[in-house]
Protein backbone atom coordinates (compact mmCIF):
# COMPACT_ATOMS: atom_id res chain seq x y z
CA UNK A 1 0.00 0.00 0.00
CA UNK A 2 1.51 2.94 -0.63
CA UNK A 3 1.60 6.12 1.53
CA UNK A 4 1.07 9.90 0.58
CA UNK A 5 2.10 12.91 3.53
CA UNK A 6 -0.28 15.66 2.80
CA UNK A 7 1.92 18.59 3.40
CA UNK A 8 1.80 22.19 4.70
CA UNK A 9 4.93 24.49 5.70
CA UNK A 10 8.11 23.74 7.34
CA UNK A 11 10.35 20.67 7.69
CA UNK A 12 8.05 18.31 9.43
CA UNK A 13 7.14 16.44 6.34
CA UNK A 14 11.23 15.67 5.02
CA UNK A 15 11.49 14.41 8.10
CA UNK A 16 8.29 11.92 8.52
CA UNK A 17 9.75 10.95 5.02
CA UNK A 18 13.26 10.36 5.81
CA UNK A 19 11.63 7.84 8.50
CA UNK A 20 9.06 6.28 6.48
CA UNK A 21 10.29 2.44 5.00
CA UNK A 22 9.07 3.25 1.44
CA UNK A 23 9.59 7.02 0.20
CA UNK A 24 5.84 8.52 -0.10
CA UNK A 25 4.19 10.30 -2.57
CA UNK A 26 4.30 13.88 -1.72
CA UNK A 27 0.91 16.25 -2.13
CA UNK A 28 1.34 19.87 -0.96
CA UNK A 29 -1.88 22.29 -0.59
CA UNK A 30 -1.00 25.29 -2.53
CA UNK A 31 0.74 28.16 -1.04
CA UNK A 32 2.04 25.91 1.88
CA UNK A 33 4.74 23.85 0.35
CA UNK A 34 7.41 22.39 2.69
CA UNK A 35 11.13 22.56 3.70
CA UNK A 36 13.45 20.39 2.07
CA UNK A 37 11.41 17.58 -0.12
CA UNK A 38 9.90 17.75 -3.21
CA UNK A 39 6.39 17.79 -3.94
CA UNK A 40 4.71 15.49 -6.25
CA UNK A 41 1.17 16.71 -6.40
CA UNK A 42 -0.30 20.38 -5.44
CA UNK A 43 -3.80 21.05 -4.97
CA UNK A 44 -6.33 23.57 -3.78
CA UNK A 45 -9.08 23.22 -1.54
CA UNK A 46 -11.46 23.84 -4.82
CA UNK A 47 -10.50 20.85 -6.02
CA UNK A 48 -10.63 18.56 -3.27
CA UNK A 49 -12.76 15.52 -4.98
CA UNK A 50 -10.38 15.73 -8.24
CA UNK A 51 -7.13 15.59 -5.86
CA UNK A 52 -8.52 12.65 -3.69
CA UNK A 53 -9.17 10.64 -7.14
CA UNK A 54 -5.78 11.52 -8.37
CA UNK A 55 -4.20 9.38 -5.22
CA UNK A 56 -6.30 7.10 -5.87
CA UNK A 57 -4.83 6.51 -9.95
CA UNK A 58 -1.69 6.74 -7.90
CA UNK A 59 -1.76 3.43 -5.61
CA UNK A 60 -2.06 5.73 -2.77
CA UNK A 61 -4.16 3.76 0.68
CA UNK A 62 -2.68 5.60 3.65
CA UNK A 63 -2.25 8.97 4.12
CA UNK A 64 -0.19 11.02 6.78
CA UNK A 65 -0.89 15.08 7.95
CA UNK A 66 2.23 16.98 8.31
CA UNK A 67 3.46 20.48 8.29
CA UNK A 68 1.52 23.73 9.17
CA UNK A 69 -1.04 25.34 7.09
CA UNK A 70 -3.88 27.47 7.86
CA UNK A 71 -7.33 28.68 6.14
CA UNK A 72 -6.90 29.19 2.81
CA UNK A 73 -8.98 31.79 0.54
CA UNK A 74 -11.41 29.60 -1.06
CA UNK A 75 -12.34 31.20 -4.29
CA UNK A 76 -15.74 30.35 -5.86
CA UNK A 77 -15.03 29.77 -9.34
CA UNK A 78 -12.63 26.96 -9.33
CA UNK A 79 -15.19 24.60 -7.47
CA UNK A 80 -15.78 21.47 -9.41
CA UNK A 81 -19.25 19.66 -8.62
CA UNK A 82 -18.32 16.98 -6.44
CA UNK A 83 -15.93 19.31 -4.08
CA UNK A 84 -19.14 21.65 -3.53
CA UNK A 85 -21.44 19.18 -2.55
CA UNK A 86 -19.30 19.24 0.43
CA UNK A 87 -18.70 22.88 0.82
CA UNK A 88 -21.87 23.20 3.15
CA UNK A 89 -20.39 19.80 5.15
CA UNK A 90 -16.74 21.94 5.12
CA UNK A 91 -18.24 25.65 5.99
CA UNK A 92 -20.35 23.92 8.86
CA UNK A 93 -17.16 22.27 10.52
CA UNK A 94 -15.00 25.85 10.16
CA UNK A 95 -17.46 27.82 11.80
CA UNK A 96 -16.92 25.16 14.80
CA UNK A 97 -13.00 25.45 15.41
CA UNK A 98 -10.00 24.17 13.86
CA UNK A 99 -10.42 20.72 15.55
CA UNK A 100 -14.01 19.98 14.28
CA UNK A 101 -12.28 21.76 10.99
CA UNK A 102 -9.57 19.05 10.77
CA UNK A 103 -11.62 15.98 12.07
CA UNK A 104 -14.23 16.67 8.75
CA UNK A 105 -11.33 16.84 6.92
CA UNK A 106 -10.15 13.22 8.51
CA UNK A 107 -13.41 11.73 7.37
CA UNK A 108 -13.46 12.92 3.89
CA UNK A 109 -10.51 10.91 3.56
CA UNK A 110 -11.79 7.95 5.08
CA UNK A 111 -14.70 8.44 2.97
CA UNK A 112 -12.83 8.05 -0.22
CA UNK A 113 -11.00 4.75 0.88
CA UNK A 114 -7.51 6.07 2.46
CA UNK A 115 -6.54 4.94 5.94
CA UNK A 116 -4.99 8.03 8.21
CA UNK A 117 -2.44 7.84 9.96
CA UNK A 118 -0.72 9.86 12.44
CA UNK A 119 2.68 10.99 12.53
CA UNK A 120 3.59 8.60 15.82
CA UNK A 121 2.31 5.45 13.75
CA UNK A 122 4.57 6.14 11.05
CA UNK A 123 7.94 7.96 13.30
CA UNK A 124 7.04 7.54 16.66
CA UNK A 125 10.73 8.69 17.74
CA UNK A 126 9.36 12.48 16.36
CA UNK A 127 7.28 12.33 19.88
CA UNK A 128 9.82 12.09 22.72
CA UNK A 129 8.88 10.23 26.06
CA UNK A 130 9.38 11.51 29.60
CA UNK A 131 12.53 13.13 30.64
CA UNK A 132 14.49 15.56 31.33
CA UNK A 133 16.58 16.45 27.95
CA UNK A 134 18.41 18.79 28.63
CA UNK A 135 19.37 21.60 31.54
CA UNK A 136 17.82 21.24 34.91
CA UNK A 137 14.19 21.38 35.84
CA UNK A 138 14.07 23.28 39.56
CA UNK A 139 11.14 23.51 41.78
CA UNK A 140 10.04 26.57 40.32
CA UNK A 141 9.91 25.61 36.80
CA UNK A 142 8.38 22.29 37.89
CA UNK A 143 5.27 24.58 39.36
CA UNK A 144 5.57 26.99 36.77
CA UNK A 145 5.05 23.79 34.25
CA UNK A 146 2.28 22.49 36.42
CA UNK A 147 0.79 25.95 35.97
CA UNK A 148 0.89 25.98 32.58
CA UNK A 149 -0.60 22.76 31.90
CA UNK A 150 -3.50 23.64 33.48
CA UNK A 151 -3.80 26.62 31.15
CA UNK A 152 -3.09 24.67 27.69
CA UNK A 153 -5.68 21.94 29.28
CA UNK A 154 -8.28 24.81 29.58
CA UNK A 155 -8.08 26.54 26.45
CA UNK A 156 -7.44 22.89 24.58
CA UNK A 157 -10.98 22.76 25.82
CA UNK A 158 -12.65 25.35 23.89
CA UNK A 159 -9.91 24.98 20.70
CA UNK A 160 -7.93 27.90 21.29
CA UNK A 161 -4.67 26.53 21.70
CA UNK A 162 -1.69 24.39 22.69
CA UNK A 163 0.80 26.59 24.27
CA UNK A 164 1.15 28.82 27.50
CA UNK A 165 3.60 31.03 29.14
CA UNK A 166 3.97 30.90 32.91
CA UNK A 167 7.16 32.65 34.93
CA UNK A 168 6.36 32.57 38.75
CA UNK A 169 2.71 31.29 38.64
CA UNK A 170 2.10 34.28 36.43
CA UNK A 171 0.47 33.40 33.21
CA UNK A 172 2.50 35.97 30.63
CA UNK A 173 0.65 34.56 27.50
CA UNK A 174 -1.20 31.70 25.78
CA UNK A 175 -1.12 30.79 22.12
CA UNK A 176 -3.66 31.26 19.53
CA UNK A 177 -4.04 31.66 16.13
CA UNK A 178 -0.81 33.26 15.14
CA UNK A 179 1.16 30.82 16.60
CA UNK A 180 4.01 29.89 19.14
CA UNK A 181 6.45 32.22 17.25
CA UNK A 182 4.24 35.14 17.82
CA UNK A 183 3.74 33.93 21.22
CA UNK A 184 7.57 34.25 22.35
CA UNK A 185 7.93 37.33 20.45
CA UNK A 186 4.94 38.67 22.16
CA UNK A 187 6.23 37.48 25.85
CA UNK A 188 9.72 39.12 25.28
CA UNK A 189 8.26 42.46 25.04
CA UNK A 190 6.35 42.49 28.27
CA UNK A 191 9.30 44.51 29.85
CA UNK A 192 8.38 45.67 33.36
CA UNK A 193 4.88 43.76 33.30
CA UNK A 194 6.69 40.31 34.11
CA UNK A 195 7.93 38.92 37.20
CA UNK A 196 11.76 39.09 38.83
CA UNK A 197 13.35 37.13 36.54
CA UNK A 198 15.64 36.11 39.47
CA UNK A 199 12.97 34.40 41.09
CA UNK A 200 12.22 32.32 38.37
CA UNK A 201 12.70 32.73 34.44
CA UNK A 202 9.49 30.99 33.43
CA UNK A 203 8.53 28.32 30.65
CA UNK A 204 6.76 27.81 27.77
CA UNK A 205 4.83 24.55 27.79
CA UNK A 206 3.46 23.07 25.02
CA UNK A 207 0.59 20.15 24.79
CA UNK A 208 -1.94 18.45 23.08
CA UNK A 209 -5.55 19.64 23.42
CA UNK A 210 -7.44 17.54 25.32
CA UNK A 211 -9.57 14.49 23.56
CA UNK A 212 -8.01 15.65 19.88
CA UNK A 213 -7.97 13.24 17.05
CA UNK A 214 -4.22 12.69 17.31
CA UNK A 215 -3.71 11.93 13.38
CA UNK A 216 -3.57 15.20 13.09
CA UNK A 217 -2.34 18.51 14.08
CA UNK A 218 -0.05 17.25 17.11
CA UNK A 219 1.90 20.57 18.63
CA UNK A 220 4.66 20.79 16.94
CA UNK A 221 8.76 22.07 18.63
CA UNK A 222 11.77 22.96 16.70
CA UNK A 223 15.33 24.75 17.36
CA UNK A 224 13.04 27.84 16.78
CA UNK A 225 11.36 27.32 19.38
CA UNK A 226 13.64 27.49 21.58
CA UNK A 227 15.70 30.45 19.75
CA UNK A 228 12.43 32.45 21.09
CA UNK A 229 12.35 31.28 24.50
CA UNK A 230 15.15 32.45 25.31
CA UNK A 231 15.05 35.98 23.37
CA UNK A 232 11.90 35.78 25.83
CA UNK A 233 14.29 35.50 28.82
CA UNK A 234 12.64 32.40 30.08
CA UNK A 235 14.27 29.40 31.38
CA UNK A 236 13.02 26.64 29.29
CA UNK A 237 10.65 24.62 27.78
CA UNK A 238 8.19 21.93 29.13
CA UNK A 239 6.11 19.62 26.77
CA UNK A 240 3.19 16.55 26.72
CA UNK A 241 5.44 13.67 26.79
CA UNK A 242 4.47 11.45 23.74
CA UNK A 243 2.22 13.96 22.40
CA UNK A 244 4.91 16.72 20.95
CA UNK A 245 6.40 16.46 17.57
CA UNK A 246 10.17 17.48 17.97
CA UNK A 247 11.91 18.54 15.14
CA UNK A 248 15.53 17.65 15.06
CA UNK A 249 16.17 16.59 18.61
CA UNK A 250 19.88 16.20 18.21
CA UNK A 251 19.75 19.99 17.37
CA UNK A 252 17.19 21.03 20.26
CA UNK A 253 19.24 19.40 22.72
CA UNK A 254 22.59 21.26 21.92
CA UNK A 255 20.76 24.51 21.72
CA UNK A 256 19.13 23.93 24.60
CA UNK A 257 22.81 23.94 26.25
CA UNK A 258 24.46 26.48 24.41
CA UNK A 259 21.48 28.59 25.59
CA UNK A 260 21.50 27.72 29.17
CA UNK A 261 17.89 26.54 28.90
CA UNK A 262 16.01 23.54 30.18
CA UNK A 263 14.15 20.75 27.52
CA UNK A 264 11.75 18.54 29.40
CA UNK A 265 9.49 16.01 28.24
CA UNK A 266 7.00 16.11 31.22
CA UNK A 267 5.10 13.00 32.39
Known amino acids: ?3 AIIAGRGRLP ?12 VAALDGFSPEGITVDLTFRVERLV ?11 GRVVFAGAVSRPRLDP ?65 EADAARAAEIVAALGAVDV ?22 LLAQVAGIGALRP ?10 KAAKPGQDRRIDLPTLGPDSLRGAAAAGL ?21 AGELGLFLWSRA
Not at 14 to 25: N, T
Not at 171 to 178: D, I, N, W
Not at 243 to 253: A, G, N, Q, T, Y
Request: charged fraction near 20%; hydrophobic fraction near 50%.
Open 1 to 3: MRS
Open 77 to 141: ALFDEGTAALVPRLMQAMAAGDDATLRVVIELFEEFGFAVAGVEDVAPALLPGAGVLAGTVGARD
Open 50 to 60: PFLRALERDGV
Open 196 to 205: DPARGRGVFY
Open 235 to 255: GGIAFQAGSVICLDLPEMRRL
Open 161 to 182: GQGAVVAQGLCLGVEALPGTDA
Open 14 to 25: AELAQAMAEPPL
